[in-house]
């Protein structure tokens, strides 16, 4: 199993730019989440998906999309990017979300620099 | 509010000594608590999940403790090695609606540099 997988590993955008971050999952996991990591910060959600087909919003969504088409794949979409997107983002998937305290596993980041 | 609280913010300790890192949380209902350590520019990697009537959990060197009457828990870390250098992160997760798991709520995490 590969896992989590992200990419690109890194990205420079300048303001106003969109781009896609992927992520894809071989576990046949139903949950998945992204996550942004800002320095002196704990990991905050952007947006997570119980299954395909079905996504609702975290923490700190606005500025950003994603669709869940597929068990595997769950990207993670920047409309219009901004110097405040500047972060790494973190790709987590685990089993069901219910009562049983599943392992989350986390891809390796993608780390994006917004100009 | 839900939160997660970990000290010392970073510590530094000589190879092979032992070391403690401690997390103290608010969030309720509480469903279980996870230890992770992330290494630089890498994701993070789970250490132990303990659920509420779980007391101590090991994983190796690793050993946590959870106190859920005092909302406390800690991570020794034994014989400390070079490799054990990085941040470890406390999460909590909370019971969502109807029963379900809630959301993960993270500590800022204590960076930990192990020097020979």
């Known amino acids: 199993n590969a896992g989590v997988t992200q990419t690109p590993k890194f990205q420079v955008l300048k303001t106003g730019q969109s781009m896609t971050l992927q992520c894809a999952q071989d576990m046949n996991h139903e949950y998945m989440s992204w996550y942004r990591q800002d320095p002196g910060m704990g990991l905050r959600l952007i947006h997570y998906s119980v299954g395909a087909g079905i996504t609702d919003q975290g923490e700190v969504p606005n500025g950003y999309n994603v669709s869940r088409s597929t068990t595997e794949d769950f990207p993670l979409r920047l409309l219009s990017a901004a110097p405040s997107q500047t972060s790494v983002y973190f790709c987590?998937?685990?089993?069901?979300?219910?009562?049983?305290?599943?392992?989350?596993?986390f891809g390796p980041g993608t780390r994006l620099t917004v100009t | 509010k839900n939160q997660v609280e970990q000290s010392p913010q970073s510590l530094i300790i000589l190879e092979g000594k032992n070391c403690t890192l401690q997390c103290n949380y608010t969030v309720s209902p509480f469903s279980n608590l996870r230890w992770y350590k992330q290494d630089t520019g890498r994701g993070p990697v789970s250490l132990t999940i303990m659920t509420f009537s779980e007391n101590t959990k090991s994983n190796g060197r690793y050993t946590a403790t959870l106190d859920a009457d005092t909302k406390q828990s800690s991570l020794h870390i034994t014989a400390s090695q070079l490799s054990d250098s990085a941040s470890y992160i406390c999460v909590v997760r909370s019971v969502g609606n109807g029963g379900s798991q809630g959301n993960l709520i993270f500590g800022k995490g204590t960076k930990l540099s192990v020097k020979p």
């Open positions: 987590a998937s685990s089993r069901q979300m219910d009562d049983r305290p599943y392992e989350q596993y």
